[in-house]
């Protein structure tokens, strides 16, 4: 269970924590860099200018934003799809325990299953196209079941009974109280399901050697031993989910702020 965000945050805390990381990237490629040189051979390590060189021929390409775009349209659409139906079976387990004790055993199963296996199964049932959504979905549903049903959980009885009191109707009580108090959690469950949602999609695409997929262009990085490759790509990877989750964040924020004015 992740934490709940404390939200934006102060900008001068976020721009002096900024240092500190900066550093540590700076550190590692020098680490990377001399390990490269004393492995002498491209084909095991790569050093990181030579990766840099690989991207940069890359960027030009009309088939290196066409692979983006493949890849990026089935993660964003795996994780929305895992936002809406974690944030829904979360309320469906709140109002009653039945539904809660079915939800929250489907979740374990699906949390325990290697995504291998769900990789694999879906390969037999579905077409490969589409194999990287239902698995990005499937491993960031349970986090966000897992982070919304808390928040949930810990709704102050007293402030809704309030509300009832004085007369709040259904849609406001949601909308000044339940959904302010949610979204920290869904915050954390954003922080986390990106991540999953990138590794668990690009995994599928690698398995299912999807066409015009980053998977398709790590496998064949693979076959070719082209480490410039795989490092350039996994570069995309990582960075296409940076930009994924603050952009998310960004309208998570936003969208607690003007909760946070409604409410008050």
């Given at each position: 269970?992740?934490?709940?965000?404390?939200?934006?945050?102060?900008?001068?805390?976020?721009?002096?924590?900024?240092?500190?990381?900066?550093?540590?990237?700076?550190?590692?490629?020098?680490?990377?860099?001399?390990?490269?040189?004393?492995?002498?051979?491209?084909?095991?390590?790569?050093?990181?200018?030579?990766?840099?060189?690989?991207?940069?021929?890359?960027?030009?390409?009309a088939s290196f934003w066409a692979t983006i775009?493949?890849?990026?349209?089935?993660?964003?659409?795996?994780?929305?799809?895992?936002?809406?139906?974690?944030?829904?079976?979360?309320?469906?387990?709140?109002?009653?325990?039945?539904?809660?004790?079915?939800?929250?055993?489907?979740?374990?199963?699906?949390?325990?299953?290697?995504?291998?296996?769900?990789?694999?199964?879906?390969?037999?049932?579905?077409?490969?196209?589409?194999?990287?959504?239902?698995?990005?979905?499937?491993?960031?549903?349970?986090?966000?079941?897992?982070?919304?049903?808390?928040?949930?959980?810990?709704?102050?009885?007293?402030?809704?009974?309030?509300?009832?009191?004085?007369?709040?109707?259904?849609?406001?009580?949601?909308?000044?109280?339940?959904?302010?108090?949610?979204?920290?959690?869904?915050?954390?469950?954003?922080?986390?399901?990106?991540?999953?949602?990138?590794?668990?999609?690009?995994?599928?695409?690698?398995?299912?050697?999807?066409?015009?997929?980053?998977?398709?262009?790590?496998?064949?990085?693979?076959?070719?031993?082209?480490?410039?490759?795989?490092?350039?790509?996994?570069?995309?990877?990582?960075?296409?989910?940076y930009l994924c989750e603050i952009l998310a964040?960004?309208?998570?924020?936003?969208?607690?702020?003007?909760?946070?004015?409604?409410?008050?």
């Amino acid at each position: 269970m992740t934490q709940p965000s404390d939200g934006a945050g102060d900008p001068h805390r976020r721009v002096t924590g900024l240092v500190p990381t900066l550093v540590a990237i700076v550190i590692l490629l020098a680490v990377w860099q001399v390990a490269a040189m004393l492995v002498g051979h491209d084909i095991i390590l790569v050093t990181p200018a030579r990766v840099v060189v690989t991207l940069v021929g890359l960027l030009p390409t009309a088939s290196f934003w066409a692979t983006i775009v493949h890849s990026l349209v089935r993660v964003v659409l795996g994780f929305l799809l895992a936002f809406v139906f974690g944030l829904s079976l979360a309320w469906l387990a709140s109002t009653s325990r039945w539904a809660a004790a079915l939800t929250a055993t489907t979740m374990r199963l699906i949390r325990s299953i290697p995504v291998v296996s769900f990789i694999i199964l879906l390969l037999i049932w579905a077409d490969a196209t589409w194999v990287g959504l239902w698995v990005s979905f499937l491993m960031v549903l349970p986090v966000i079941y897992a982070n919304t049903e808390e928040g949930f959980s810990t709704r102050d009885a007293k402030i809704l009974d309030m509300a009832l009191v004085f007369g709040f109707t259904p849609a406001r009580r949601w909308w000044a109280i339940t959904a302010p108090g949610l979204m920290p959690y869904l915050i954390a469950a954003t922080r986390v399901g990106f991540g999953l949602a990138w590794k668990a999609g690009v995994s599928a695409e690698v398995i299912g050697m999807t066409r015009g997929s980053i998977g398709e262009r790590l496998y064949q990085a693979k076959i070719f031993l082209s480490t410039a490759d795989l490092f350039a790509w996994t570069a995309v990877i990582v960075a296409a989910s940076y930009l994924c989750e603050i952009l998310a964040l960004w309208g998570l924020r936003r969208g607690q702020a003007a909760l946070g004015r409604y409410a008050a």
